[in-house]
């Protein structure tokens, strides 16, 4: 049986202090077939940029605004192609490398 695709949905804003981390989360795991959808409703630190300059990792950014987390993960789960659906915050990190497994 083939294992499920998983969009992960991260609603973010101005979060340049965490995601880092969660990034870092996602990619370490040992199941790697998802994508993550990147919800920004237009940060104005560094945020962006540390997405941009990310690699290892199937990322999209929707960056726009938004009226909070539910848009946001609105406008992510509108655009994704998994089969399994996961929201991941932006300050939130997996603590297992085989969270996702």
């Known amino acids: ?3 499920p695709f998983f969009s992960i949905v991260m609603p973010t804003f101005n979060s340049d ?10 990619k370490r795991q040992t ?3 998802f994508e ?3 919800c920004d409703g237009g940060s104005t630190d560094q945020t962006l ?10 990322l999209r950014i929707i960056s726009r605004s938004d009226t909070g987390v539910p848009d ?4 992510g789960f509108n655009s994704a192609h ?3 659906y996961f929201w991941l915050n932006s300050d ?4 297992t490398t085989t969270a996702l497994e």
């Open 49 to 58: 940029q540390i997405i941009e300059k990310f690699d290892g990792l199937n």
């Open 72 to 75: 946001a993960l609105n406008k």
């Open 36 to 38: 993550v959808l990147i």
């Open 17 to 26: 202090i965490y995601i880092q981390e969660a990034l870092f989360s996602l």
């Open 1 to 3: 049986m083939k294992p």
């Open 82 to 84: 998994g089969e399994v």
């Open 31 to 33: 199941f790697q077939s």
């Open 92 to 95: 939130d990190v997996l603590l």
